[in-house]
């Protein structure tokens, strides 16, 4: 049940539905986020192809096909990134789907050499800073309140 609920999540963030609240970090991790944090967006019916980068003073690079954008995340955004990063591994890696179809979206978050799908729930608190920061830098820039 969690995976679909943050699978739903994921794709009607990336929908341009209603902005998710970025709730607050809930725990100082073990473990601190290797940076860069990554995201990568592809696939899906519109053929996604968007990378995100992410350094731990909150400098934003993005690209994707409506080009490139520099920002720098909001400190809250950050804190719950670095808390959902936390988590991933240099060793991990995202399990590969049994079904593969032509229009499936994978969204991924890679934090040091680790790479985890967003429907993992060990980074359940970077999710809505991923749908929005994705929404964000592919919109536009009058649009942004989220990085700026």
Do not use: Y
Not at 121 to 145: D, F, K, W, Y
């Amino acid at each position: 049940m969690t995976r679909v609920l943050v699978l739903a999540t994921a794709v009607l963030g990336a929908c341009g539905t209603d902005d998710p609240v970025i709730p607050p970090a809930t725990s100082t991790p073990t473990h601190s986020a290797g940076f860069p944090v990554t995201i990568t967006r592809t696939g899906g019916v519109a053929g996604f192809q968007d990378s995100i980068s992410v350094q731990a003073d909150g400098t934003v690079l993005a690209r994707s096909r409506q080009g490139e954008v520099r920002c720098t995340l909001d400190p809250a955004a950050l804190d719950a990134l670095r808390e959902g990063a936390a988590p991933i591994r240099d060793t991990d890696s995202p399990t590969p789907h049994s079904s593969v179809t032509a229009d499936r979206m994978e969204v991924l978050l890679g934090a040091g050499t680790g790479t985890a799908s967003i429907t993992d729930p060990r980074v359940a608190p970077a999710v809505p800073v991923v749908n929005r920061l994705l929404a964000e830098v592919t919109g536009p820039a009058s649009g942004r309140t989220l990085c700026t």
